[in-house]
């Protein structure tokens, strides 16, 4: 039989070595984990002068990278798209031929998706973050938008914030801000986001 102070630190030890353990997995259960989307998404910002960060974030938030995702409204694709926006890109960027059911394709919903996002970013351009503005409008849409901005602080995005009526849209600007500042860190060491992340500083505040 074992010494009563041995037993105790053997049992002490156990306990911190199932800590860490448990510890360890939950971390890299929260690891972001490279998915086939990543190289569409960082080669569609380098050509848009976009955030990959903010579009993968995105795309969690919208579609859990699920691009056969539909939305109640119609909504496609990896970051839920409607047919109606998809139209207008086609108009803008001058593509012959688009169809709705192309949103369902990862790379053309992305394509579509992040022109959308950064038309609302430069539509916001003179506040302090175009980009809580922007996503509040890709949720809420740009009226509601609109109807949020304070009149006594317009470029103030933490007064905007406050102002959203709609619970869920103010969760969705959090949450996907926050995300993208999770993958800002997690990523910066992943192969296909480490060049831009070396060569491209963060562009936007967080709230």
Excluded: C
Aim: charged residues 20%; glycine residues 4%.
């Amino acid at each position: 039989m074992l010494p009563r102070w041995l037993s105790i630190t053997l049992l002490v030890l156990l306990t911190f070595a199932l800590i860490g353990e448990s510890t360890y997995l939950f971390w890299l259960e929260h690891q972001p984990r490279e998915n086939p989307y990543d190289p569409i998404i960082t080669a569609i910002a380098r050509e848009s002068a976009a955030d990959p960060f903010l579009i993968r974030a995105l795309i969690w938030r919208e579609s859990r990278f699920n691009p056969m995702t539909h939305g109640t409204a119609d909504e496609r694709g990896l970051m839920q798209v409607t047919p109606e926006v998809g139209q207008m890109w086609a108009k803008a960027t001058k593509t012959p031929n688009f169809q709705a059911d192309q949103l369902y394709d990862p790379a053309t919903n992305i394509r579509v998706g992040t022109w959308y996002l950064y038309r609302a970013i430069h539509q916001w351009n003179e506040t302090d973050d175009p980009v809580t503005f922007a996503l509040a409008q890709y949720n809420a849409g740009r009226s509601n938008a609109l109807k949020w901005v304070d009149s006594a602080n317009p470029q103030d995005h933490l007064a905007f914030l406050q102002r959203i009526t709609y619970p869920g849209t103010r969760k969705y600007v959090e949450v996907i801000l926050a995300k993208r500042d999770q993958y800002r860190t997690s990523l910066a060491n992943n192969r296909w986001y480490r060049d831009y992340a070396a060569a491209n500083p963060a562009m936007t505040l967080t709230p």
